[in-house]
Every structure is written in C-alpha cells, then in structure tokens.
C-alpha cells in the first residue's frame, strides 16, 4: 500500500465520522438544538479519539513505516537496476568511444607508420642510388688509376728492362759464365768499337 | 799509323824493346823495376866484394820473358840499365786501359786481351783490371777519354725495342 492507499483509508474514515454527526444532528432535529448537537459533537470526538488511539495510530505508523520502507526497498531496486543499465550502457558507450578513438588512434599512428616507412623506403633508394653512382665514379677512377698504374709499371719495366734481364741473367746463370767463354764476345765488342778505342789511346800515349 | 816502340828513335839506333805480353799492369812494371834494382843492387854488392859474378840470379817469369824477348843479357850493367830505363818510360808514359770484369779474369785471359790492344792500338798499352760484378758478362773498357760499356747489360740496353717485342708477344 503506497500513501495514496493510506490517504484514501483516513479519508474513507473522516468521511464516515462525517456522516455519522450529520445523521446524528438530522435525527437530532431542530428539537434539541444545540445541546443535542454539541452531545453528538462529544460523542463523535469521542468515537474518534477511540478510533484513532494510540494504538491504532501507532498501527498506522508501522504500516505507514513498512510501506516507506518497502517503497524506499523498491526505489532502490529501481534505482540499483536503473544505475546498473546505465553502469552497462556506460561501459559499452565508454567500450565504444575507447575503441573507436584508439581505432582513429590506431589508423593515424598506422598512418605514420606508412608514412615514416615511405620516407625511410624513399631515403633508402636516394642513398642506395647515390651509392650506386659513387661506386660506379669509384669503380671507373680505380680503372682509370690501375690503367695508369700498369701503364707506369710497364714503362718502368721496360726502362729497367735491360738491368732486369742482367739481374736474371746474373742470379740464373751469372756464377756459371766463363770469362774465356766471352773473349770472342769481347774482342767481338772491341772490334766493332776499335776505331774510338785506337783513336783515343793514341791521343793519350 | 802504329806507335813506335820506345827505344826505336834512341842516338844509338838499336831496335826497340818488346814489351811481353805477360807484363800486364802498371803494377807488373813497378814489381819489375823493383827486381831490376834488387838485381843491380846484388851486381854492384858483387863488384864492391870483388867477386865475379857468372850467373843471374833467378829471376821472374816476367822478367825472364822480358829479357828473353829482347835479347839482352842481365850480366851486362848496359842492359840492366837500359830495362830499368826502358820500364821506367814504359811507367810514365804507357797507355793505361781500364777493364772491368764480372769476376776476376784469368792470365791467359788478359793476356789475348791486351796483345789485341798492343796490336791494334799501342804496343805498350797497360792494363788496370777492376772487378763489377753486376754486369754479369761482358767489359767495361775505359781509356783515356772514353768510356766503352761492353757488357751484356748494354747489349740487352740496345735490343730493349726486340725484347719489349718479344714479351709483349708472349702476354
């Protein structure tokens, strides 16, 4: 019973004692006059102090209690399934918003990924092709300098040439050269030079 | 036109000495002259004592070949005399040719070389020999003013274009 039910109770009872008094002074007449009503008046006062003593009173109290108390219950039930429902439609709103911020969080950090790849992907090619033509310039000056270089050894070699062949021959086969074995060789030398030689030693004499 | 051998022109018209060929150096000449002065020494020690003398002391093979070539008999003090004199010319005023060898020549070797040079250039051309072993085979001849590299590290010098050709070809 809410309080609308309580109030309908005590109100179905004044209505009686209400009633009561006006049946009470219509019986009552004119006759009696004031008396009369004023002893209807004691009575009802009466009849309601009896009705509504303290007990009765302290009856209504307790059902007025239990019923507060039950509708507090209630209330609270309400308010626990209402603050439940809005628990749950919180988190999955809160589910939602988290997921779809760290989805927009997660796009943009996986586009600065793609973007930080392309760049370092874009830096890298630069390099590798700036490496590329070094090597390339490096692999035709090294040309370039091992042509030099080889160039220069053969015209070294070939200014030594003489004095290389005589160190060959000398380390091969210079502690096997007889000098009697060469006399034909030298007086060969001497003849072919023997107009300078005759000349500048009789200049001399 | 070949020199005359010294002693040709002298007052007294007598030949010229031979010089032979087993004297080769200016150094032979002076170990020669030494000899000839020792050799004076005993014949004047000889006649100082008194005592005859019939016999040369034994003398050098150069010496031997020097007096023998020429005819002359060392008893006589006038060909004593006239071979120290004769070596003494020979010291100042012979031609001196330098050779230098790989390795140090042999007698018999130097002595067909220098009888080509008394042949051809000067009868009393001397010899200085040197040792060069980097030039391996060959001489180096040096007279007076010239200088003759007659070595095969010339020869190969002068056929650089036909041994450049040949190993280039063999590349």
Known sequence: MNAWGLGLVVGALLAAGAAFAWVASVLGGSHKGHEQKDALTALAEKDVERIFNDDFREELRNRARLHFEKIIGENAMFLQQDLRLTTSQLNEYMKGEITKTLQTEFSKYEQSIDDAKQLAIDSISKTQMAIEEERQALHANLEKEFEAERERLVKKFEDNMAEIVNHYVLDAVGSEIDLSDQLEFILSELESNKAVIVEDIRSGA | ?171
Request: charged share 20%.
């Open chain 2, 1 to 171: 036109m070949v020199p005359e051998p010294i002693g040709q022109a002298t007052p007294d018209k007598r030949p010229g000495l031979v010089l032979p060929l087993q004297i080769l150096t200016a150094g032979d000449i002076s170990r020669l002259a030494r000899e000839l002065e020792s050799l004076e020494a005993f014949f004047e020690g000889a006649a100082l004592k008194g005592a005859e003398v019939k016999a040369v002391p034994e003398a050098s093979l150069q010496l031997s070949a020097l007096n023998n070539e020429n005819q002359l008999n060392l008893l006589h003090s006038e060909d004593r005399l006239r071979l120290l004199n004769f070596l003494s010319v020979v010291r100042a005023k012979a031609p001196l040719v330098h050779v230098s060898f790989a390795s140090d020549p042999k007698t018999d070797f130097l002595m067909k070389l220098v009888s080509w040079f008394r042949s051809n250039a000067h009868p009393y051309v001397l010899l200085q020999v040197g040792l060069q072993p980097n030039i391996a085979a060959g001489c180096i001849v040096r007279t007076t003013n010239k200088y003759f590299d007659l070595s095969f590290k010339q020869h190969f010098a002068k056929s650089k274009a036909k041994l450049a050709a040949a190993l280039r070809t063999a590349q």
